[in-house]
């Protein structure tokens, strides 16, 4: 059973988050649950899935939406780390010129 992003956190002391931060983060991906690590009763940092994160915390604005649509339209999206290096390098080159 799935739970839902907005019912209550788990709450895992820091060393159980230590021991068992791969099964933690499974659960926060597959089922949307939220963990709140503790450390000496005191909350010290919130685990979720990203999807959870993007849709609650950060939501996709409205113009990078925009902008990821049309770079799966131009084939963009596919570039390569190399690729994506490359047309840096040729940007300040250019950039370096007009100087």
Known sequence: MATSPNSTPKVVSLFAAQLQLGK????????????????????????????????????????LAAIRAQARKNGTNK?????INREIRAYRRERDRAL
């Open 79 to 83: 570039l390569t780390l190399h690729e």
């Open 24 to 63: 933690i983060v499974r659960r926060a991906r597959t089922r949307s649950t939220r963990f709140v690590v503790d450390e000496g009763g005191e909350p010290q940092a919130v685990i979720m899935g990203f999807k959870d994160f993007l849709k609650t915390v950060a939501p996709e604005k409205k113009v």
